[in-house]
Structures are given as structure tokens and as C-alpha cells.
């Protein structure tokens, strides 16, 4: 049987893989050399060019993961998402932002772009009218994030290619959350597609570093720029990312499966006011998601009801850990208003809609059941204590 294109499985595992001519090894081998013998004009390999064998490789996977012909990988994933911006965005320009926007990435616009002399606009929602609205006659770059950190609000990515068709800008989307494996923004006419890959890509929370994927011409811009700001990412975290995407689809369609059964269970729970997850039918963008995701991920949130003491339920909690980041193998939990969104004033993250008694939920791999569990106790455990209280 003739099959047209290789299954994600098998992309994952073998796009890009390096041959170890020598010694017939299974794997990659990794060349940690910084220097290379001169092959002509055109190929010379430096570790800050972007170019050596484990960091084309990688690239090659990356690519294919996101239906792009081309890949590059950074240091991290704001590294991915500055060197990007900076690249299409000169003095004079302007860019449309969304509403919730990853903390990192709107430091980056706030605090650098005045001495770069470049606009930026926050849309004020999420639909087609909300992002018109904002764009300007020197609007360039049209950059969304879908689903939201951390309210999983979902974007019309088909109605955003054609909003910036229309206006003639570059799409750009950080697809960190849906991992390449729920979701390809290329499908849908989205340009540039970022990753923090120290989120679903590395999944083990182990390694810090970014991707982007676009065309070639695109991924030719960008590396005209981070070649001379120099940060490109070790060999070695990059054969440790190769690795680690080998098994990115079964730990994301794992994580998707436990999510969607958790959503389900915190819904109907008499403690929890409200789940957001897109999965749910009750999500009000679950119509959309639907359409462009082919999971709805290992991300949700859930609001506990005014009664429970939010520092005592994370206290309690045994199995789930509270962390700063997300998309591990292991669930982890965390509460925006004393992390992520702690340095909003309470107007803007009410106006954001973070409520006190949020909770960012990243599901891992754990079985259900414990993590069924672990909830259960500790809401046994803040109820009791509180009962003693009164
Ligand atoms: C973590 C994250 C980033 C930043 O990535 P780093 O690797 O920490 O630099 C950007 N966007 C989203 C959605 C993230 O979750």
C-alpha cells in the first residue's frame, strides 16, 4: 500500500534524523563541533549561523511538523518570539496584539518596542470586529495566540488570515499551547507559527528553548537578524529536543484524552464555579475549535468556588505540583494572580477576566484517577480546616 505522506508518529521519530555513518548507531548523532572545515562560499557551518547538523536536523522536523518548508530554534521561546517580531517590524511600524497576551511576550512589546519607535494596538477581544478595529494604515503584523493563556479562548485562525489578507500583514501565532499536534495554523493560512519548545516539544520539563516554522523566504528574514544578535541554542539541548519530540504525539494525545476527562469531572464538581477548556460543548468557542484543533490540549482552567481558600488548596494538593511552567508529563497547577498575572493591577486582570480563585491546570500523563484523587483530598483536607476556623 502506497501511503502519500509518513503518519505524525512516524514524523516525530524519524523527519530529520541524522545517519551515523561510522557505527550504524539508532539514533542521532551529536556533533557538538563549533567549528567546521570549509566547504565553499555558500555552506559554512558555525553553531551561530544556525546551521550545524543536529540544528538542521531538528529544523527539518519542526518543518514538517507544522506543514512549513522551513525551521529555525532558539534559546527559548521569547527568544523565538522577539527575533520574529523584530525581523518583520521596523521604526514606523505597527502591530496588532490580542487581549491576553503571554505575560513574557507583552513585557517584551511594553518595555523594548518605544526605543525601537514601533506601534502596537491590543485588540479588544477576540472576533473579527475587535481585531479590524485596531488595525492602522502602517499596521504590519498580525499576532495571535489561540488558545489563551490561561483562559483557552480561541481564535478564528481562518478569520484572521483573512483580516490580514485583506490589509496585506504577516500573520504570526504562538501555537504553544496547541502543540503542532492539535493544531497547524498553516492549514488556515497563518504565516509564521512560534512555539515555546520548553512547553509540548520538550515535554518533560527539562529544556528550555524556542522554534519558529514559516516559509522559507520568511525563515530567511529571520535568520538575517538572529544571526547577528547570536543566540542560537546549544547542540546538545538540541539533540536532547530531538529526542524529546519522538514521543510528542502520544504524550500530547495522552495529555489531551486525561484533560478532556478532568474537564469533565471538575464541570460537574460542586466546589469549582467554572472549567474553561475548549473541549467541552459548553465552551463558548467550542464550535471553532472544533474546526481548526484536532485535540483540545492538556491545558485548562478552572474557578474554585469562594469558599475554598486558594492557598490552602494548593498546600493540599500531594500529586499535583504547583510550577511556573506547563505541558510537562507531569501535572502541575498554578494561580495567575500570584504568578503570571501578578503584576496586572486588579482592574486590568478583572478586565482580562482572571478571576482571584483561578487555577491553570496542566494535565500530564498520571493516570486520571489519581489526579481525581488528589483534588478530592484536598478539598476534603481545606474544608475540614476551615470548618475548624469557624
Ligand atoms: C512559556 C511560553 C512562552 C515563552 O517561552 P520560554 O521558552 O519560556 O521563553 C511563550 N508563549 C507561551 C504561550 C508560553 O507558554
Same mark, same amino acid.
Request: aromatic fraction near 0%.
Given at each position: 500500500m502506497k501511503r502519500e505522506k509518513p503518519g505524525i508518529n512516524t514524523v516525530c521519530t524519524h523527519v530529520g534524523e541524522l545517519q551515523d555513518k561510522q557505527y550504524k548507531g539508532a539514533i542521532s548523532p551529536l556533533y557538538m563541533s563549533s567549528s567546521y572545515a570549509y566547504e565553499n562560499v555558500d555552506v559554512k557551518r558555525y553553531p551561530r549561523y544556525f546551521n550545524t547538523p543536529n540544528q538542521e536536523g531538528l529544523c527539518k522536523k519542526i518543518a514538517a511538523l507544522e506543514l512549513c518548508e522551513a525551521a529555525l530554534i532558539f534559546g527559548s521561546g521569547m527568544a523565538a518570539i522577539s527575533h520574529t517580531l523584530l525581523a518583520f517590524l521596523q521604526k514606523g511600524d505597527h502591530l496588532v496584539l490580542p487581549k491576553n497576551l503571554y505575560g513574557g511576550t507583552y513585557n517584551f512589546v511594553v518595555e523594548e518596542f518605544k526605543k525601537f519607535g514601533i506601534e502596537y494596538s491590543f485588540a479588544g477581544g477576540y472576533k473579527a470586529a475587535d481585531i479590524s478595529e485596531v488595525i492602522?494604515?502602517?499596521?504590519k503584523v498580525l499576532y495571535i495566540e489561540t488558545p489563551s493563556n490561561p483562559l483557552m479562548e480561541i481564535t478564528d485562525l481562518e478569520m484572521v488570515a483573512n483580516i490580514a489578507r485583506e490589509h496585506g500583514l504577516i500573520t504570526v501565532i504562538d501555537n504553544t499551547f496547541a502543540s503542532p499536534i492539535n493544531q497547524n495554523p498553516k492549514l488556515f493560512g497563518i504565516d509564521i507559527m512560534i512555539h515555546s519548545a520548553t512547553k509540548y516539544m520538550g515535554g518533560h520539563s527539562d529544556i528550555c528553548a524556542g522554534a519558529v516554522a514559516a516559509s522559507e523566504e520568511k525563515i530567511k528574514q529571520i535568520w538575517n537578524l538572529a544571526k547577528n544578535l547570536g543566540g542560537s541554542l546549544s547542540d546538545y539541548t538540541v539533540w536532547l529536543l530531538e529526542r524529546s519530540i519522538k514521543t510528542m504525539a502520544i504524550r500530547v494525545k495522552a495529555q489531551n484524552r486525561n484533560a478532556k476527562k478532568m474537564a469533565k469531572w471538575l464541570d460537574a +464538581? +460542586?466546589?469549582?464555579?467554572k472549567v474553561y477548556y475548549p473541549g467541552l460543548k459548553s465552551h463558548p468557542d467550542h464550535e471553532i475549535a472544533k474546526r481548526q484543533m484536532r485535540g483540545y490540549t492538556g491545558m485548562l482552567s478552572f474557578e474554585l468556588d469562594p469558599s475554598i481558600d486558594i492557598n490552602n488548596f494548593m498546600d493540599s494538593l500531594q500529586l499535583i505540583k504547583p510550577s511556573m511552567s506547563l505541558a510537562g508529563i507531569e501535572s502541575t497547577i498554578l494561580s495567575p494572580i500570584k504568578t503570571s498575572h501578578a503584576l496586572l493591577s486588579e482592574n486590568e486582570r478583572k478586565r482580562q477576566g482572571i478571576e482571584d480563585g483561578l487555577l491553570r491546570f496542566s494535565i500530564g500523563i498520571e493516570e486520571k484517577d489519581d489526579l481525581v484523587a488528589d483534588i478530592e483530598q484536598a478539598f476534603e483536607k481545606v474544608t475540614k480546616k476551615q470548618l475548624q476556623n469557624t
Open positions: 492602522r494604515a502602517n499596521t +464538581h +460542586h466546589l469549582v464555579q
